[in-house]
């Protein structure tokens, strides 16, 4: 049952995606942009999928993993661990929303790389010019693409 929901699904997503991919092939660079970019590694994945569907061993009955988060640490260090965890994911989505993309981006590597990787200043500063200049250059320089400014800066005008 498995072999024939997951093939379904794998040429199902071959489908959407060819259909996607071919519509947007003749649409301006611009605009095709995305959908390419997403379109033709999606349904090379599921092609690659229905393949091993298709051509895996048949004997071969898999077992059900079982999701442990860790085992060889104590509950409560796991969860101090998550709660880190979420707790940058929040500050990182609370700094877009505040700052905006352009700042919040390497604001967030910065603080990242010296608190919690205890990287030092070179190597901090050194991967957030990178990633700045990287996110920068694709999305402002070639791409063109506007980001709304953080409500902090909103409320300051």
């Known amino acids: 049952m498995h072999s024939r929901a ?3 699904l794998a040429v199902c997503i071959m489908l959407v995606c ?10 301006p660079s611009k605009a095709a942009l995305f959908p390419l970019a997403i379109g033709i590694p999606l349904f090379c994945l599921a092609a690659v999928e229905a393949a091993w569907t ?29 709660a880190i965890a979420i707790a940058w ?18 604001l967030f590597v910065l603080l990242y790389l010296r608190l919690q990787g205890r990287e030092g200043w070179v190597v901090s500063l050194a991967m957030t010019a990178a990633v700045w200049g990287l996110f920068y250059g694709l999305f402002d320089r070639l791409l063109h693409l506007p980001f709304a400014a953080g409500w902090l800066f909103d409320f300051l005008r």
């Open 6 to 8: 997951s093939l379904a």
């Open 18 to 27: 060819g259909y996607g991919v071919l519509s947007a092939w003749d649409w």
């Open 54 to 82: 298709l051509l895996g061993s048949r004997g071969e009955k898999g077992e059900a993993m079982d999701f442990q988060l860790t085992t060889h640490l104590p509950q409560k260090e796991t969860l101090r661990r998550t």
């Open 89 to 106: 994911m929040l500050g990182f989505f609370a700094a877009i929303v505040l700052l905006g993309f352009p700042l919040a981006v390497p």
